[in-house]
């Protein structure tokens, strides 16, 4: 193996000069190649400058060189000076992140390495080898063999990094707070430009932004160009994207796997690099365009960035847990950018507001910035949610000291004032198939939550939850008190709710017989008990059926608006699998105030958070294939465990963008307790459903406990 001289930095130093044009396209004479054309309407276009040499910079030795000849680019490496070599092999579109990459950094630097490394998959080049082993001071054969402390990195092609066989690696890493970077591309090339941007210096005075389409509250004054909630629907975030080179950017939306949502615009990660035959794909993989206007796509290997973070759920989902084809995936288009960090989520995220600000606030202390972030996100997601691709950017620190009057933030106002450019760029501004299994409870075993219920009913109180136990007649007070208060208290519902007033006099029912007076007086307590049984089941009923009717309830909004005011609990791993195959952990979230009823999440490394329901609430189990041809049926079975003998109502909910039909419409059985009720379901899809990823959420309720899976699934072409 060859060992690697440190790399020497150009004899000049290159800071970008503000301008509004795109960035230019740089080759060496030495090494020119042809400019790249990508084709319209694939993926969206990454700015370019006509003309090679006439952008900031121009005229000085390039950083960046790269070889299509893996002889050359040895020779390059082992002579251990010079612009820092990329083996692109036919990889021509790596090109476009290479002079982009001109413009964000300036120099080189020696990056601070990770105590211990390992390869994973098969062996690598060894000129390749030579500049990513100063990247860790041990190496390990095996991800088995990594020693329990120290920083920890993770290398090798996208496929070869198998969310499976590293995921105990993640878990362990997280549990205790140890910073895990990857190195990782989409194939041997993209890696090859990972690793030499490793060694690149982000130029000075870039500033560090925040664009979010969730994030509703003031600007942070940490961040240099904020955008909120507000802004993105307003402003011409293409625009400021892509006008600016970033020292550090945080994009922070509702997405997946391919993209991530900024208002009318996505960050889009479709790429020119080539299809894996068989592979599902988003809408634009069948010829059928994006659901944004073209205009308004932003790609993410366009984003001129040192450090770039993809906020948003599934945007680092790695391989045999993505949803789609590798050259969609946002990740994978973002690493073959010009940023040498790339923060990302492995699953499903809550991240917001906090997250964003411990983000800002990370310094070079923290270790990486996906550590402080997942830090931060453990009250409500206790798992690995963020991880990083990179080592420790080098946007991470100040790139030169700033003084209160220069570190102001620049507002959606200042771009008004004065146009995003002229504000931006003035100086000093800052699935598996065939999936037959089941989907994971509901909760996390009904009774194992029941009987952590600190707030239980008291046995023998007249309340059918005490000497009868599950055979109980009557739903137990203490429980459904807590989820009517959740209901009409907690802000989840509004005060023109259909049901409000029903709910309001059922609470009120409930609270005035509580009274021992009653409760404990058995001539009175069975028919005040069998009064609220009555009207629980009728309400249980009315709920269903607005939930088959009104995909956006507010009642089904209970796991985010609970989980939001909740602290997680230290998570279960289950026995029963998730429909995936895959293990599921649970864990119950604690109400912050009494009005936040406590609920409990189940989730899948893959899939998310399969599950959310009340605690104490139905188990769900489900069954269906894993994708179904436009035009088809999909067969859905419905397991439900109640905890308490009764009626169960179950049904499914569609999200709004899937053209299918769900019957019937609701089922209701009976039900005994701790035994499994079956129900079955059908999907119709449309002959004209849009071929991409979906998903489904069965529920069930009783007691006014509400259970909801969530069961991925893809549709394909119609044959």
């Known amino acids: 193996m060859n060992a690697l001289s440190t790399p020497t930095a150009p004899p000049a130093t290159r800071t970008p000069a503000a301008t509004n044009t795109p960035p230019a396209v740089r080759t060496s004479a030495a090494r020119t190649a042809p400019a790249v054309t990508i084709p319209a309407n694939t993926p969206p276009a990454v700015p370019t400058s006509a003309a090679a040499g006439t952008g900031p910079g121009a005229g000085q030795q390039p950083l960046f060189a790269p070889y299509t000849s893996l002889g050359d680019y040895t020779r390059a490496v082992a002579g251990g000076r010079g612009p820092l070599p990329v083996f692109t092999g036919p990889r021509t579109d790596l090109l476009d992140g290479i002079a982009l990459a ?37 190496w390990v054969d095996d991800p088995h063999d990594l020693p329990d402390t120290g920083s920890v990195l993770l290398v090798g092609v996208y496929a070869d990094l198998r969310a499976d066989a590293v995921q105990h690696t993640l878990d362990a890493a997280h549990a205790t707070g140890r910073p895990l970077s990857l190195l990782t591309g989409r194939d041997v090339h993209s890696l090859s430009w990972m690793a030499a941007k490793q060694y690149a210096r982000v130029t000075p005075d870039a500033p560090v932004g925040v664009l979010s389409e969730l994030d509703t509250a003031a600007p942070a004054p940490q961040a240099d160009v904020w955008l909120g909630a507000a802004d993105v629907h307003r402003l011409d975030v293409r625009q ?31 790429s020119p690099a080539a299809a894996a035959p068989g592979m599902p794909g988003p809408r634009c993989a069948y010829g059928l365009g994006c659901t944004k206007p073209q205009d308004k796509l932003i790609p993410a290997r366009g984003i001129r960035a040192a450090e770039l973070v993809l906020a948003n759920c599934f945007s680092g989902a790695l391989a045999g847990h993505a949803m789609y084809d590798p050259k969609y995936l946002i990740l994978l288009n973002a690493l073959d950018g010009p940023a040498q960090t790339v923060v990302a989520t492995l699953t499903a995220c809550d991240g917001q507001r906090p997250e964003n600000l411990a983000w800002l606030t990370a310094t070079a202390d923290a270790g990486s910035a996906a550590v402080a972030m997942n830090r931060q996100l453990h009250d409500i997601n206790p798992y690995p949610a963020f991880v990083q691709a990179g080592l420790q950017s080098s946007g991470l ?22 146009g995003p450019l002229n504000s931006l760029n003035s100086p000093g501004s800052s699935g598996s198939s065939g999936i037959s299994g089941l989907s994971g409870p509901g909760t996390a075993g009904g009774a194992r939550e029941g009987s952590a219920d600190t707030h239980e009913d008291v046995p023998g109180d007249g309340t059918g939850n005490g000497e009868e136990g599950a055979a109980a007649p009557y ?14 208290d907690s802000g989840l519902l509004g ?18 017989d509580a009274v021992r007076t009653v409760a404990r007086s058995a001539p009175d307590a069975g028919p005040a008990l069998a009064a609220i049984a009555a009207e629980t089941k009728s309400l249980d009923l009315a ?71 009340h605690t104490g609430a139905v188990e769900l189990r489900v069954k269906a294939p894993a994708e179904a041809a436009a035009g088809s049926t999909l067969h859905v079975v419905v397991e439900a465990v109640a905890p308490r003998d009764g009626t169960l109502n179950l049904g499914i909910v569609l999200p709004l963008y899937l053209d299918a039909r769900v019957g019937p419409v609701l089922r209701r059985v009976d039900a005994v307790a701790g035994r499994r009720a079956h129900a079955e379901f059908t999907l119709d899809l449309a002959p004209r459903a849009t071929p991409q990823a979906y998903y489904f959420c069965p529920f069930a309720v009783q007691d006014l406990g509400v259970s909801v899976s969530r069961v991925h699934f893809t549709v394909l072409p119609r044959p």
């Open 475 to 488: 739903p137990p007070l203490h429980r459904l008190g807590a989820r009517l208060s959740g209901l009409l």
């Open 543 to 613: 709920l269903a059926h607005r939930f088959a009717k009104h995909h956006d309830d507010p009642v089904l909004a209970f796991p985010t608006y609970f989980g939001e005011r909740s602290t997680a609990g230290t998570p279960v791993a289950l026995d029963t699998p998730c429909a995936c195959g895959r293990p599921l952990r649970s864990y119950r979230r604690h109400g912050r105030v009494p009005a936040i009823a406590d609920t409990v999440q189940t989730v899948c490394a893959r899939c998310g958070d399969v599950a959310n329901a």
């Open 397 to 418: 620190g100040p790139s030169r000291p700033h003084s209160p009057a220069d570190t102001h933030t620049r507002t959606a106002d200042a771009f008004e004032s004065s």
């Open 240 to 270: 400021i994207a892509l006008g600016q080179v970033w020292r550090r950017v945080l994009f922070h939306g509702n997405g997946k796997d391919d993209q991530l949502n900024l208002g009318q615009f996505t960050l889009c990660g479709a």
């Open 495 to 512: 005060p023109d709710y259909p049901l409000r007033p029903r709910l309001r006099a059922l609470a009120d029912t409930v609270l005035r």
């Open 102 to 138: 001109e413009e964000v950094y300036s120099g080189l630097r020696t990056p601070e390495p990770c105590d211990t490394g390992v390869v994973a998959g098969g062996p690598l080049p060894a000129a390749l080898n030579a500049l990513i082993r100063p990247l860790a001071r041990h």
